[in-house]
C-alpha cells in the first residue's frame, strides 16, 4: 500500500500547484470593476477550494503509507475517493471556472483538476481492492 | 487448462513482458485514435465553418484575408473595415444575385460590464441576410428583435442572470447555433439595429464605449447566381471593385488548409516511427520471451499437447494483451483529446470537432485492429517457430 499511498501524495501535490500556476489570476487577470478595483475571477476560488481538498488528500496519503490494518486502509481509501469525486466537481459543478473557453483556466486548469480527480478514484479503487486482497492473503 | 487460463497465467508470470506489450499496444492505439480524431475532425469543422458562412464569396477589405479567416475559425478578435458603398459597387457585379454586409466587433478584456471578456461579435443586417435569418425564422419562427441575439454552440447567460451584459447593454439570448468545432462556437450574432442601440448605451454606461464608425462594414457576404461561374464572379469583382478581396468558398481557410497539410504530414511520419519502433520491440521482447520459455512449451508438447495449441496459446496471450493495451489507449486518448480539446486546439492553432458516439466507432475500431495487427504479426514468427520444434530438442535447448 505504500505506492498508492505515494500515488496519493503526488496526486494531492499536483490537485494544489496546479490552480496556482494555471488559474487566471497566475496571469494578471482580474475582474475591473467600474469604481476601479479589481475582484478575482471564478477560477481563483476554484483553485483555493482545491487547496481545501488537496490537504486531506496529501494526509490520506501519508497516513497510508505505514498503515497495515485493512479497515483502515480500506477507510482511507474510500476517502481518497470521495475526494477525487471533489476534486472534479469544484471546477465543473460546485464552482466552475471562467466562461470564456480560451481562458488559461478553461483551457488547462480545468482539464488538469477533472483528470488528476478521475485518477485519484482510480488509485483510491485499487488501493480498496488491494487492501481486501491483502487480508484474505 | 485451455487456451485462455494458459495465456492468463503466462500474462500473470511475466509482468515486465506484459507491460512492454501492453504499452506498444497503448502507443499505436492511441496514436492512431489521436490522429483520426484531429485529422477529420479538423476537416469537419472547416467544412461546417464554411457552411454557417452560407455565402458563396465573401469579400473583405484588400489584405486582411488572414485576419478575416483567423476571426471567423479562431475567434481572435479583429476590426477591420471598407466603406458601405463597397456594398452597391459589389451587387453591380454580373453574376451577384444577393449580398449581406457584416461587421465584426468584440467586447471588452476583463471588464465587469462584459460579462464575457475578449468575445467575438458578428453583427448582421437582417434586412440582407441569407445566413441566419433564414435558420432563425425555421428554428423559433421569427427574426431577431432589439436587444435579442443568437449565440454560437458555447454561449449560454451566466447562472443566476436573464440576459448576457456585453457593454453594460443587457442582451437576450435567444437561440444557440449547432457546434462548428471553430471559435464561431463561442461567438455571438446581433442585428445592426441592437449593435447600434448597443453602441449607444456603451457611451455612458460601459468602462470603454463599443465604436461603431459610420458607414463603414468588415465584409460582405455574396450569393452567386444559379449559371454563373463563381471564380468568374470573383475575378470579375476583383476587376471592378478596388481596394477589396474576393474570396471563394471553397478557397475560404486556405492558411489552415495549408497547415492541416503540414500536421498530416508530420503525424504521418510519427505514426510510421512508432509503428516500426513497437514493431521491433515486439518482435524482440517475443523472440525473448520464447528463447526463454523453450524449455516450458516443450515440456507443455511433450505432455501431450498439439503444435496448434501451443501456437494458439502464444497468439491467444499476445491477442489479451494488444486488446488490453489498445482498449486502455483508446480511453485515455478519448479523455485527453476531449478533457484537453480547447488547448489542442490553441497549440496546434487549427479547430477541430470531436465526432459523435456513433463517429467515434470507425476510428475507435481503427485502432484496436491496428494494436491487434501489429502484436500478433510480432508474435507469430516466433509462436510458429517454437510451436515447430521437436519436444526433446526444445527441452534440452
Known sequence: ?????????????????????????????????????????????????????AVPLLAVGAIMMPTRRRETLQALSVLGILI?????????????????????????????LTFTGMLIILVGAAGFFLARRAESQ | MNLLELARKNIAGSAFRSWTVG????????????????????????????????????????GTEAKVESALLMGTTTRVWMDEETLDAVRAVPGVQAVSP??????????????????????????????????????IGEGLKLGQVVGGHYVFVPEGEQNIQLYAYLLTLRANLEPTGTSLDSSMFLTMET?????????????????????????????VAPGFDLDEVALEIMHQVPGVTP?????????????????????????????????????????????????????????????????????VESGILALAGAATGIVLTVMIT???????????????????????????????????????????????????????MAMRE
Open chain 2, 195 to 223: 449593435a447600434r442601440d448597443m453602441a449607444r448605451i456603451s457611451e455612458s454606461m460601459a468602462l470603454e464605449p463599443l465604436v461603431i464608425p459610420e458607414g463603414k462594414i468588415s465584409t460582405i457576404l455574396l450569393q
Open chain 2, 102 to 139: 457584416q461587421l465584426y466587433l468584440s467586447t471588452l478584456v476583463d471588464a465587469a460590464c462584459c460579462a464575457v471578456s475578449d468575445m467575438f461579435l458578428v453583427v448582421y443586417d437582417p434586412q440582407t441576410d441569407f445566413t441566419i435569418e433564414p435558420w432563425l425564422k425555421e428554428t
Open chain 2, 23 to 62: 504499452l506498444c499496444a497503448l502507443l499505436v492505439a492511441a496514436l492512431t485514435l489521436a490522429t483520426s480524431l484531429i485529422l477529420s475532425g479538423a476537416e469537419d469543422s472547416l467544412r461546417l465553418a464554411a457552411e454557417r458562412l452560407g455565402a458563396d464569396i465573401v469579400v473583405v477589405p484588400e
Open chain 1, 84 to 112: 477525487g469525486a471533489m476534486v472534479i466537481l469544484l471546477p465543473t459543478t460546485l464552482i466552475g471556472v471562467c466562461a470564456n473557453p480560451d481562458m488559461l483556466c478553461n483551457m488547462v486548469m480545468k482539464p488538469v
Open chain 2, 247 to 315: 474570396i471563394v468558398s471553397t478557397n475560404l481557410f486556405q492558411a489552415y488548409r495549408q497547415q492541416m497539410t503540414s500536421l498530416r504530414t508530420s503525424t504521418t511520419v510519427s505514426m510510421v516511427t512508432t509503428l516500426t519502433l513497437s514493431l521491433a520491440t515486439l518482435a524482440l521482447v517475443f523472440s525473448l520471451a520464447t528463447n526463454e520459455r523453450k524449455r516450458e512449451l516443450g515440456m507443455l508438447r511433450a505432455m501431450g499437447a498439439t503444435r496448434e495449441f501451443v501456437f494458439g496459446s502464444l497468439l
Open chain 1, 1 to 53: 500500500m505504500k505506492a498508492i499511498g505515494g500515488l496519493l501524495i503526488i496526486l494531492a501535490l499536483a490537485v494544489g500547484i496546479v490552480p496556482a500556476l494555471t488559474s487566471c489570476e497566475s496571469r494578471g487577470k482580474a475582474i475591473a470593476l467600474p469604481n476601479g478595483k479589481s475582484i478575482p475571477m471564478k477560477c481563483h476560488w476554484t483553485g483555493r477550494a482545491e487547496l481545501v481538498a
Open chain 2, 338 to 392: 476531449s478533457l484537453f480539446h480547447n488547448l489542442i486546439v490553441n497549440t496546434l492553432n487549427i479547430p477541430f470537432l470531436l465526432p459523435s458516439l456513433q463517429g467515434l466507432l470507425g476510428p475507435v475500431a481503427g485502432g484496436i485492429g491496428l494494436a491487434l495487427l501489429c502484436i500478433t504479426l510480432a508474435a507469430m514468427v516466433p509462436a510458429y517457430r517454437i510451436s515447430s520444434m521437436e519436444p526433446a
